[in-house]
């Protein structure tokens, strides 16, 4: 009651409360709500309605590819499991990473010269061997704190992992191949990224083994042990196939002797001297030059199917591993089977200490008439020359007389300077001495650096001047292309009123991963402490990312010439973890952790210790 004496009433009304329930009148009232907007409201409601329906398509079709493809059907024998969940996923290019130095030049535009004074400001006073010794003690005791460094057991190198955000990312690139590896191409010897299966050439694992030391320089621990134990579980040499002498010796011997060197892990050496008798067999020939192919099951070798000759290069470049395997071993057979090879070729006649392309197992003798070149099948005869000189500790004087006289002959016979920006290259030498060709190999890009190598071991200056010219010239390759990636071959334009240095012709415009000029650019950084070739390589870094990077990890790609049709090749090299993201990662490197005086890493990036005879 109120104050009046009057009673209150309250009245509730119970459809109020209740959910409505559609009625005609409402679907009537909807309908006449559409027939009432404009025919423009219409289309665009129509036009969202058919965009969310193809979405919704796209989405179920991308799945059920993913679950068809999917790592768990994909065929092993054994699954390698990592501490935690790598997601497959596609991967995406971080744009604020790259951004900053995204520059990226059309082929027709003239690339800028780089002043003498961006290459004086560093050379003196800029040593990168220049440690800042708070930050290594620091380093150090954090390393030591979370256990995730491998040093080798015996003390004498340790890696303390990334030193600065550059090296973090070709980490996250490494990461991103090997989970590609990993997922779609586990123990076999290359992946194909873009259909997610693999390539068997040798069947030996090989992106496996060229990858061993590249974890353990990168601190990657996980990943190392897991492949570590396919190695010991898994790695058969008894395949009935026919392999290359050279590139089974580069890339598994090589590795093998490096991881063993680096962890004083007695497995792989056991693993590595089994291999080095198996291959044995390729030097039972007529002349004791080694065959090209051998068979490491029947232990035989024999030449290639399409030439009784094997390839210079090859038969020069095995010395560094089968010596350091003899020395690894106690067992002298190796290093005398190569040193056999190395003196017979410094022998035979040659052109101011260049050599053919071409030399027969049966006759020991060069082929006539063949291309002299710093490009296949001639270039690592030239950079093992020095390397073995010095990995003997400079003992075997007729390998530095031989590499002194084919660097004099280099520069008589095959350097050249372009029209009209007098750009420095090594062209070829066709029908020996007959016809002079301006063309260069990417792979001749291995040059720089091993001028610069020779130069701090006491080679005349004008070596370093030389690598210096011509590394400014590989990376014009890049740099002059839209993508930022270097063709395969390159002409060059010599003649008078040329407009342009150089020109590439469609068959030739791909890029494969390779490593050559990166590995120039981390010497030239390394003995001379010029910053400026880490910027190159992070230029270049930035061009692989972009362009070559795809879901299942890296391909090669057909045409480096146009950024919108690069046409995928379907392959990720194993060389391309073994050198180029080493080279890359040693390149942005603040202090280095590798001492020249100490290793000489064999062409294929894999450490091997100097002796002193």
């Not at 006449?32 to 309605?49: A, D, E, M, P, V």
């Not at 329906?53 to 059907?73: A, K, Q």
């Not at 060197?261 to 792989?268: E, G, N, Q």
């Not at 650096?449 to 130069?455: D, E, I, P, R, S």
């Amino acid at each position: 009651m109120d104050n009046y004496g009057r009673t209150k009433h309250m009245t509730v009304n119970l459809q109020d409360a209740l959910p409505q329930q559609d009625s005609p009148t409402r679907t009537f009232n909807i309908w006449r709500k559409w027939n009432g907007l404009s025919r423009f409201q219409k289309s665009t409601i129509y036009l969202f309605l058919t965009i969310c329906v193809i979405v919704s398509i796209y989405v179920l079709n991308f799945h059920s590819h993913r679950n068809r493809h999917g790592r768990n059907e994909f065929p092993q024998k054994w699954h390698p499991k990592f501490g935690k969940q790598l997601i497959d996923e596609e991967g995406e290019i971080d744009k604020t990473k790259l951004a900053a130095d995204n520059e990226v030049h059309n082929a027709a535009n003239e690339e800028k010269e780089v002043s003498e004074d961006d290459f004086d400001q560093d050379d003196n006073g800029g040593d990168s061997n220049q440690a800042r010794e708070d930050k290594v003690e620091e380093e150090e005791n954090a390393n030591n704190k979370d256990g995730k460094q491998i040093p080798p057991f015996d003390g004498s190198l340790r890696f303390m992992g990334p030193q600065n955000d550059r090296q973090k990312a070709v980490i996250d690139a490494f990461k991103h191949a090997w989970q590609g590896y990993r997922n779609y191409a586990w123990g076999k010897d290359q992946l194909k990224p873009i259909t997610k299966s693999y390539d068997t050439w040798f069947d030996l694992g090989l992106t496996m083994i060229d990858s061993l030391d590249t974890m353990i320089i990168m601190n990657l621990k996980e990943e190392y042990d897991e492949a570590r134990d396919w190695v010991s579980n898994s790695l058969n040499f008894n395949t009935k196939k026919d392999v290359n002498l050279f590139e089974t010796t580069i890339r598994v011997l090589g590795g093998l002797l490096s991881a063993y060197h680096l962890t004083k892990d007695r497995m792989y050496l056991d693993k590595a001297a089994e291999l080095g008798d198996r291959m044995m067999g390729a030097f039972d020939s007529g002349s004791g030059i080694p065959y090209s192919d051998v068979n490491l099951n029947t232990r035989t070798g024999h030449s290639p199917k399409w030439s009784p000759d094997s390839s210079t290069s090859e038969v020069t470049t095995i010395q560094l591993e089968f010596r350091d395997l003899s020395r690894c071993t106690g067992n002298p057979k190796y290093e005398e089977a190569v040193a056999r090879v190395s003196e017979q070729v410094h022998l035979l006649e040659k052109d101011m200490g260049l050599v053919p392309i071409f030399i027969n197992a049966n006759t020991g003798q060069f082929r006539q008439f063949s291309t002299v070149t710093l490009g296949a099948r001639g270039d690592s005869y030239y950079e093992y020359l020095l390397k073995q000189w010095l990995q003997t500790g400079k003992s075997i004087h007729f390998l530095e007389k031989d590499y002194s006289l084919a660097m004099a002959g280099v520069k008589e016979k095959l350097v050249k300077r372009t029209v009209p920006n007098n750009l420095v290259f090594v062209g070829e030498i066709l029908s020996r001495g007959k016809d002079f060709k301006p063309k260069m190999d990417e792979l001749v890009c291995f040059l720089p650096g091993t001028l610069a190598l020779g130069y701090r071991n006491g080679m005349p200056e004008s070596h370093l001047q030389l690598a210096k010219d011509l590394a400014y010239t590989c990376y014009q390759t890049f740099a002059r292309q839209p993508t930022f990636l270097a063709p395969e071959i390159t002409y060059f334009n010599i003649n008078k009123g040329s407009t342009t240095d150089f020109y590439v012709k469609p068959n030739d415009s791909h890029y494969l991963l390779r490593p050559e000029t990166i590995e120039s650019l981390w010497y030239l950084y390394y003995i001379t402490g010029n910053r400026t070739y880490q910027d190159w390589g992070w230029k270049i870094f930035q061009g692989i990312e972009t362009y070559t990077k795809v879901s299942g990890g890296y391909t090669t790609i057909n045409n480096v010439k146009n950024p919108m049709d690069t046409r995928p090749k379907d392959k990720m090299e194993s060389f391309f973890l073994g050198e180029t993201l080493k080279y890359l990662y040693l390149l942005f490197a603040d202090r280095h952790e590798i001492d020249l005086d100490q290793w000489v890493l064999n062409t294929e990036a894999h450490l091997l210790p100097i002796y002193d005879h």
